[in-house]
């Protein structure tokens, strides 16, 4: 039935829960298994006055950590599933649906909700997003 599962992941816990979901469907389907994660890119330096505010997170540090968070996820994955790793910059549910799209993946798998936080990868609204704009199915895991 699936031949491309595409997995969102932010190391959140529901992230945890939908990529174990997505390797099952995988293995059950011999489907191959991507792994996503967004790198959101910080702000531009914002003026304020005639004093520049400084921006403290760097791209190269997001774009390692997103690294990190896609190798750490792939290590979970049993042997058997073919799995590939994607790191993606801009804002996550545009980047997720254009993935499905450039991969040809038939089904997505993502978590109700992210990390919470400004350096968040994955929130609810992207499940949401990704969820009206996709192309081809999606699985929301809660």
Known sequence: MYRSVLAAVDGSEHAERALREAVD??????AALTLITV???????????????????????????????????AATVPEGVRVETVVRKGAPGPAVVEQVAEGGH?????????????R???????SHYVLHHSPTAVLIVR
């Open 25 to 30: 469907l995988a293995r059950a389907e011999g």
């Open 106 to 118: 038939d089904l997505v798998v993502l978590g109700s909700r992210g990390r919470g936080a400004i």
């Open 39 to 73: 790198v959101v890119p910080p702000p531009r330096p914002v003026l304020a006055g005639p004093y520049a505010v400084p921006v403290t997170t760097d791209l190269e540090e997001l774009e390692r950590e997103g690294a990190h968070i896609v190798e750490r996820a």
């Open 120 to 126: 968040s990868l994955f929130l609810g609204s992207v």
